[in-house]
T-cell receptor, first 113, second 113 residues
Framework: AQSVTQPDIHITVSEGASLELRCNYSYGATPYLFWYVQSPGQGLQLLLKYFSGDTLVQGIKGFEAEFKRSQSSFNLRKPSVHWSDAAEYFCAGRDFGNEKLTFGTGTRLTIIP | DGGITQSPKYLFRKEGQNVTLSCEQNLNHDAMYWYRQDPGQGLRLIYYSQIVNDFQKGDIAEGYSVSREKKESFPLTVTSAQKNPTAFYLC????????????FGPGTRLTVL
């Protein structure tokens, strides 16, 4: 079955430090993968998406993600976090030809001074 | 401005009452979706619609109903049959196509008293 796993429920990072949020997926040959961010009480905002081609994808707000088929991973990275990056991050995916999106359970990011 | 609007932002209802959540989009998107979000569970798909006057059940459709009479509108009714309706509800929309991406509204928080 298609699935998306985010192993880390909560991560705390110091402001200015680098960040990596993990996402593992279980899909067929052509997964479409997404990262969304959600501030408390708000909707989800798309950070970036991967459909095909270059495995390193650039997104908004300085985020990037790398698709690694051999590891079934699509980890989100940022070289230097800002206090405004504190939020919940969701990884999501779907198979080619399937309109239904499956979400991970989210990772809550806390930024400390 | 193009976007997705959900109203109201907060909604309270008594047990045994039906309530309807509004979702409108002016993005000219073909497909619309309703998700339920509970803490620690990510987003779960309730219903989706790819075309006017047609919709499909998602993973947790029991106790919910929808209609799609207009392309831009996809209201969700939470019926008294839904056993645990208190949650955050998110509406999304997308174009239809191989690389379609879902965009989200701001959400409605429903509390059953």
């Amino acid at each position: 079955a298609q699935s998306v796993t985010q192993p880390d429920i909560h991560i705390t990072v110091s402001e200015g430090a680098s960040l990596e949020l993990r996402c593992n997926y279980s899909y067929g040959a052509t997964p479409y993968l997404f990262w969304y961010v959600q501030s408390p009480g708000q909707g989800l905002q798309l950070l970036l998406k991967y459909f095909s081609g270059d495995t390193l994808v650039q997104g908004i707000k300085g985020f990037e993600a790398e698709f690694k088929r051999s590891q079934s991973s699509f980890n989100l990275r940022k070289p230097s976090v800002h206090w405004s990056d504190a939020a919940e991050y969701f990884c999501a995916g779907r198979d080619f030809g399937n309109e239904k999106l499956t979400f991970g359970t989210g990772t809550r990011l806390t930024i400390i001074p | 401005d193009g976007g997705i609007t959900q109203s109201p932002k907060y909604l309270f209802r008594k047990e045994g009452q039906n309530v309807t959540l509004s979702c409108e989009q002016n993005l000219n998107h073909d497909a619309m979706y309703w998700y339920r979000q509970d803490p620690g569970q990510g987003l779960r798909l309730i219903y989706y619609s790819q075309i006017v006057n047609d919709f499909q059940k998602g993973d947790i459709a029991e106790g919910y109903s929808v209609s799609r009479e207009k392309k831009e509108s996809f209201p969700l009714t939470v019926t008294s049959a839904q056993k645990n309706p208190t949650a955050f509800y998110l509406c999304a929309s997308s174009m239809l196509g191989l690389t379609d991406t879902q965009y989200f509204g701001p959400g409605t928080r429903l509390t059953v008293l």
